[in-house]
């Protein structure tokens, strides 16, 4: 099922604006929004709205990082895959605006990816406040390896 770019970029202009406006994100330097597996919960959540209103699709065991004109995306390979046409079919309008797309294996990149873009939120802004959906839990190896570098990053002045 391929993902509609056109609805895609639309929805991702208004999340930017959004995001760079200062009401509406009560400054902070990133937005982080891990995506549930589904063999996590069955009930719909916030998480799994932000990554329809934007994908057309849940994305099960994704990360989404958001920082002032880069979206980041940490994913499996088949899901890096089927994100990949929206690269190529990207706006004028969204030529200051990139997305990047991290693929991540079962063991091997995880540790690698979240530190990377633990990095980047430091260097994003401030580099200090990050904005996510704290009520939310997870358990995979996606999510355990970022909220465990989340917390050691916090020892460092990240809250």
Request: proline content about 2%.
């Amino acid at each position: 099922m391929a993902i509609d770019a056109g609805l895609f970029w639309r929805r991702l202009s208004q999340l930017q604006t959004c995001f760079k406006s200062e009401g509406h994100w009560r400054k902070v330097d990133a937005i982080s929004i891990l995506a549930l597996d589904r063999s996590d919960e069955t009930s719909f959540n916030k998480s799994s709205a932000c990554f329809l209103h934007l994908f057309g699709r849940e994305l099960p065991g994704s990360l989404l990082i958001m920082v002032e004109d880069t979206m980041h995306i940490a994913a499996s390979c088949t899901k890096c895959a089927n994100l990949e046409d929206l690269l190529h079919r990207k706006p004028p309008s969204m030529e200051n605006f990139t997305v990047v797309i991290h693929r991540i294996s079962m063991h091997s990149d995880v540790e690698i990816v979240c530190k990377h873009l633990i990095d980047v939120i430091r260097q994003s802004r401030g580099g200090t406040r990050l904005g996510c959906l704290t009520k939310m839990q997870h358990s995979s190896n996606l999510s355990d390896s970022w909220n465990a570098n989340l917390l050691k990053a916090s020892d460092k002045r990240f809250y």
